[in-house]
């Protein structure tokens, strides 16, 4: 792979506007993918051998797999009204049919599945809300599948992060299964900015500096995280949303802190 930075590409017939396998990725674990669709447009896929869980990122929809029906559900008509989206999740080895009922911008979440859990919605009243650090550090978060609650592999949070702010910091990492000290996580960040000609700045690097890759972010760009600490910071006038999926061999979220940094969390 030239680049950890993953561009949108046109929309295919079923509104895929960004796609990342483990095969292209390079890894194990983790698949994202983004569709956006117009009202009355319709996605059918399946799961295959992968657990998925597809978040409504902006748009109202009704989702179907096999008996189960979830009618015209979502609230948000942009991610930036900040308020906790719809979602489903789905088991490995089932069908599903997305219906857009108005314009619908999803994000589909997979990793491998076991058929340990039925599907379910997510409903936006079962999300966690949090903010976390101070100052300059502040961002808010929401929990949509944390490991407290039922999956095989995935792990999925969405951040907002105000203008001028920091985020993923002090850099850590999540890179060694090292149980309880570190867990191996594979993730993607799907960035998105208000307003939207902005950027941001995401940095993946190493200790030995082994992988060191510092990437403009734009609207709707994904930025792989293999390894290495993965700091984020928005520029000043413009706030940023990203979309977090991690996996990988145990389902547990535990980071390392870069020691050169950690200094500042004592203050």
Same mark, same amino acid.
Request: charged share 25%; hydrophobic share 30%.
């Given at each position: 792979?030239?680049?950890?930075?993953?561009?949108?590409? $046109? $929309?295919?017939?079923?509104?895929?506007?960004?796609?990342?396998?483990?095969?292209?990725?390079?890894?194990?674990?983790?698949?994202?993918?983004?569709?956006?669709?117009?009202?009355?447009?319709?996605?059918?896929?399946?799961?295959?051998?992968?657990?998925?869980? #597809?978040? #409504?990122?902006?748009?109202? $929809?009704?989702?179907?797999?096999? @008996?189960?029906?979830?009618?015209?559900?979502?609230?948000?008509?942009?991610?930036?009204?900040?308020?906790?989206?719809?979602?489903?999740?789905?088991?490995?080895?089932?069908?599903?049919?997305?219906?857009?009922?108005?314009?619908?911008?999803? $994000?589909?979440?997979?990793?491998?599945?076991?058929?340990?859990?039925?599907?379910?919605?997510?409903?936006?009243?079962?999300?966690?809300?949090?903010?976390?650090?101070?100052?300059?550090?502040?961002?808010?978060?929401?929990?949509?599948?944390?490991?407290?609650?039922?999956?095989?592999?995935?792990?999925?949070v969405e951040v907002y992060t105000p203008a001028g702010n920091w985020s993923s910091y002090?850099?850590?990492?999540?890179?060694?299964?090292?149980?309880?000290?570190?867990?191996?996580?594979?993730?993607?960040?799907?960035?998105?900015?208000?307003?939207?000609?902005?950027?941001?700045?995401?940095?993946?690097?190493?200790?030995?500096?082994?992988?060191? @890759?510092?990437?403009?972010?734009?609207?709707?760009?994904?930025?792989?995280?293999?390894?290495?600490?993965?700091?984020?910071?928005?520029?000043?006038?413009y706030q940023l949303y990203y979309l977090n999926v991690m996996a990988g061999p145990r389902?547990?979220?535990?980071?390392?802190?870069?020691?050169?940094?950690?200094?500042?969390?004592?203050?």
């Open positions: 792979m030239e680049s950890l930075r993953i561009r949108p590409h $046109a $929309a295919d017939d079923q509104g895929c506007v960004l796609d990342v396998t483990p095969r292209s990725a390079g890894w194990e674990y983790v698949g994202f993918r983004v569709h956006r669709l117009s009202a009355g447009q319709c996605l059918e896929a399946h799961t295959d051998d992968r657990e998925h869980c #597809l978040v #409504l990122l902006s748009g109202r $929809a009704t989702v179907a797999s096999g @008996e189960q029906r979830w009618d015209n559900i979502g609230e948000r008509m942009s991610v930036f009204e900040r308020v906790p989206p719809h979602a489903v999740y789905l088991p490995d080895g089932v069908g599903y049919r997305v219906e857009a009922l108005t314009d619908l911008e999803l $994000a589909v979440c997979s990793a491998p599945g076991h058929g340990g859990h039925p599907a379910r919605l997510i409903a936006p009243g079962q999300i966690r809300r949090s903010t976390r650090g101070e100052g300059s550090n502040v961002r808010h978060v929401h929990d949509i599948l944390p490991e407290t609650e039922p999956a095989d592999s995935l792990l999925v002090p850099p850590h990492k999540h890179d060694v299964d090292d149980l309880p000290r570190e867990s191996r996580l594979e993730e993607t960040y799907y960035h998105r900015i208000d307003p939207p000609q902005g950027y941001a700045v995401h940095r993946v690097y190493t200790d030995d500096r082994s992988l060191d @890759e510092t990437m403009a972010v734009e609207n709707g760009d994904c930025v792989l995280v293999p390894r290495g600490y993965h700091p984020v910071g928005a520029a000043h006038g389902r547990v979220w535990k980071f390392h802190n870069d020691p050169d940094h950690e200094w500042m969390l004592g203050q």
